[in-house]
């Protein structure tokens, strides 16, 4: 009885642990930075000719899309980034076939379920990184555009699917908590999920190069 109590102790002192370990409390995490927020699609209003109006809305909605918190997870390389000033991940990790990580070291392994706050550590049941050809990190917003709008490159989605995911999708939407006193992702989840739809809708055209 006593060994099972001790087993359970350490399972979940484990956790914490792990998190302290990798990533000790640094004591000038503040609270986030104030990121302002995003136009509403309303302020495009007056822009009259339709493509103006996209390239514009897109552009907005770009301020999320090439966030550091967006772009850590579609890396041009192998290894995932961190922090606003985007460095490679200090845990050594890489993306693995699956992007999943390496066999040895998988993304769950302390990304769980949800932010585990004392160990500043991420977490989102699908933890894992944007397949290569999705990368943005150093991609142009007029070349991340492009290649959203592409199924070759963008996991065969149409672009009702892309608004959808956009607009949506959970993985995307820790962007806006992102946890451990990380700047977040300008604006909300909705207001971007507008965004999104108003440029395709009005043409789904991509800012020049
Ligand atoms: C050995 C533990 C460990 C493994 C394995 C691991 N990570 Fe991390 N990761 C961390 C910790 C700890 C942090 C928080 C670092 C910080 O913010 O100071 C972090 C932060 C991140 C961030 C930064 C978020 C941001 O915007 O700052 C990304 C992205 C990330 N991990 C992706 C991944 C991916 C993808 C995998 C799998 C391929 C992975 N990690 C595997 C420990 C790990
Ligand atoms: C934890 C890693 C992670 C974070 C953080 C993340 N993504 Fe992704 N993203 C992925 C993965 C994995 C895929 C591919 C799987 C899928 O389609 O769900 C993807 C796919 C996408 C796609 C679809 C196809 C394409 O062309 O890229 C879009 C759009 C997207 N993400 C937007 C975002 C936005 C916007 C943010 C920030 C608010 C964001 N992502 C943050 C991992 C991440």
């Known amino acids: 009885m006593r060994g099972g109590f001790a087993v359970l102790l350490v399972a ?3 956790p914490l642990l792990l ?14 930075a104030d990121v302002g927020g995003l136009k509403p699609v309303a302020a495009f209003g007056s822009i009259k000719d339709a493509s103006q109006r996209s390239v514009a809305l897109f552009k907005e909605a770009g301020l999320v899309i090439q966030h550091p918190r967006c772009v850590n997870c579609h890396p041009a390389g192998n290894r995932p ?22 066999t040895a070291m998988r993304c769950f392994t302390c990304h769980r379920e949800k932010n585990f706050e004392p160990g500043r550590v991420p977490g989102h049941p699908l933890w894992h990184l944007a397949p290569i050809e999705m990368a943005w990190e150093g991609k142009s917003l007029g070349e ?3 290649q959203i709008k592409d199924p070759k490159r963008n996991g ?18 820790w962007g806006w908590a992102p946890g451990g006193g990380r700047t977040p992702v300008p604006g909300t989840q909705r207001e971007f999920g507008e965004l999104i739809n108003a440029w395709a809708d009005s043409g789904a055209v991509c800012p020049g190069a």
């Open 81 to 102: 980034l961190q922090g606003d000033d985007m460095h490679l991940h200090v845990q050594l990790v890489v993306r693995g076939e699956d992007n999943l990580g390496s």
């Open 19 to 32: 998190g302290l370990v990798l990533n000790p409390p640094s004591t000038s995490a503040g609270a986030p």
């Open 156 to 173: 065969g989605k149409s672009l009702a699917e892309i608004v959808t995911h956009m607009a949506e999708d959970t993985l995307v939407g």
């Open 12 to 14: 979940l002192a484990c």
């Open 144 to 146: 991340i555009c492009e």
